[in-house]
């Protein structure tokens, strides 16, 4: 009887992507997935900890598992994730029916570390190094990934891939556990992310988006040859069937004139950057230690907007962090209005042990104020994506089809037509009533209606098979 596995991912595409290359890990070792964990023999926990409330929803679900545990002892329960990395042996203090704990440089260490823990093994754990517990080298080992292994049936869609190219950050925001639980930052050799590409078109992968906490910071040196971002891409723009190229997250202190040129030269890469600005005020980005001002975001922006014209920008923002007035907000709110990001995401401070403003800054803005400022961010930014998209209203725009969206909707005829999802070249999410021979293609979309998340669509030329719209058929814009 195969082995069964159950696997709950919280957190970003870092995240997801370990999921995957464990799940494929498990598969080659006769295990099957199941989405009930009560019928599982494996369960693991992929956690988060940049925000408290990520931690809390992992406990709240395993807490559900306690009776299970109790009910089935032989199911093995493992956690992996950055709250793995972060809090060690903690974890089976608070949840003491885990079995393992494990870092994100150890998951490879998976199997193992299930066989030990079924023969009866005491509780096991395997993670990384502090960044002051050994030499350089020694730490980066201790974070390094097991990325060549892939799962396509772990996507939400198998046309669209991460990769990981960078791993770990050395920015040392003051508000961030990441230094901490993914190390040492570091660039993956070139040829390893090549080769990893071309397995992936293999695979069916158009877009491919790459992935890395500060991806614009890329660099990897080998001898005197130094590998940049833009030259990576220009590297991947090379191969077939990969139709769009994408990355994820952006340093704004290391958008370079090379990559805002590679942007621009290269066709495959989406006009579309994510810039998180944190905060518009310089005393809380100095508070932060982002690394820049208002003022050399400002000039990124100028650059961004004089080279690649219309290239959509998206950003993150924490409010409520340590020492923010009501001055200090308003510098947000001004910056949301002058910039028009395409949408961004806001977070409430939220202190975490570790880090240098959980030990040096009071965290003193109270609760019902973070909650306010979010709330108002928030809206305005709605606002601000809700009117923009609604130059798309009568436009015909490339979409390249995920598959069927989330709220699957059976047309009135009860026909075949469900409502399809996919994005634009600038990432926006596009809906329409199609059919699933539309997953994997590059389909012009007509746009009647907007939302600030959404852009709503029908296709003209349905009844046409779908190898009109093969991705190297001319296309339609
Ligand atoms: N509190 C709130 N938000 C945080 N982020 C990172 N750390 C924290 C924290 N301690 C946000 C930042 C980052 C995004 C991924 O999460 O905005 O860009
Ligand atoms: Fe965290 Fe700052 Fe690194 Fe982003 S750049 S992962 S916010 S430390």
């Not at 030990?116 to 080992?141: N, P, T, Y």
């Not at 060549?148 to 050395?170: H, N, T, V």
């Not at 923010?324 to 042990?353: C, G, H, L, M, Q």
């Not at 409502?419 to 009533?433: A, E, K, P």
Request: proline letters at 5%; aromatic letters at 6%; a neutral charge.
């Amino acid at each position: 009887m195969p082995k069964r596995l159950y696997i709950e991912t919280v957190g970003c595409q870092m995240n997801m992507l370990d999921s995957e290359m464990v799940v494929a890990n498990l598969r080659r070792q006769g295990y099957e997935l199941t989405n009930q964990p009560q019928q599982a023999d494996t369960v693991l926990f992929n956690t988060c900890s940049v925000r408290q409330q990520a931690e809390e929803k992992t406990y709240g679900s395993r807490g559900k598992l306690k009776d299970h545990k109790q009910r089935h002892p032989d199911v093995t329960i493992g956690v992996m994730g950055c709250m793995a990395q972060k809090d060690q042996q903690l974890i089976f203090g608070r949840a003491p029916y885990v079995d393992f704990v494990v870092g994100p440089g150890q998951l490879q260490e998976i199997p193992r570390l299930i066989e030990e823990s079924r023969s009866g093994k005491e509780k096991q754990l395997a993670v990384g190094l502090g960044r002051r517990d050994g030499s350089l080298e020694e730490i980066k080992r201790s974070h390094e990934t097991f990325d060549p292994l892939r799962d396509p049936d772990m996507r939400s869609s198998p046309y669209q891939a991460y990769l990981r190219i960078q791993i770990g950050c050395d920015k040392f925001c003051t508000y961030c556990v990441v230094p901490n639980t993914r190390g040492p930052e570091q660039g993956r050799a070139p040829e390893q992310i090549e080769a990893e590409a071309r397995v992936l078109a293999d695979q069916g992968t158009r877009e491919l988006i790459l992935l890395g906490q500060t991806v614009n910071s890329y660099r990897h040196q080998s001898g005197d040859t130094i590998t940049r971002l833009s030259d990576l891409l220009v590297r991947l723009h090379q191969i077939d069937g990969i139709e769009r190229l994408k990355f994820v997250t952006n340093y704004p202190r290391d958008m370079t004139d090379d990559l805002l040129h590679a942007i621009r030269d290269l066709p495959k890469v989406s006009p579309y950057l994510h810039l998180p600005l944190q905060s518009g005020s310089n005393r809380v980005l100095q508070r932060m230690k982002r690394g820049y001002t208002l003022e050399i975001y400002d000039e990124m922006m100028t650059r961004i907007r004089e080279t690649i014209p219309g290239t959509a920008i998206s950003s993150d923002f924490i409010v409520g962090f340590c020492g923010e007035t009501e001055d200090d907000f308003d510098k947000s709110v001004a910056a949301v209005n002058k910039y028009r990001f395409k949408n961004s995401f806001i977070f409430k401070y939220s202190e975490r042990p570790g880090t240098k403003a959980a030990d040096q800054l009071p965290d003193d803005v109270p609760r019902e104020v973070k909650q306010r400022r979010n709330q108002d961010l928030l809206a305005l930014q709605n606002q601000i994506s809700e009117a923009d998209n609604q130059v798309f209203l009568g436009r015909t725009i490339d979409v390249l089809v995920e598959g069927p969206s989330k709220r699957e909707l059976r047309h009135p005829s009860g026909g075949h037509v469900i409502q399809m999802t996919g994005r634009t070249h600038c990432d926006r999410i596009v809906v329409w009533d199609g059919n699933q021979r539309q997953a994997g293609h590059l389909l012009p979309v007509t746009i009647y209606d907007a939302s600030a998340h959404t852009l709503f669509g029908h296709v003209v030329t349905d009844h046409v098979g779908p190898e009109i719209f093969d991705l190297n058929a001319p296309q339609t814009s």
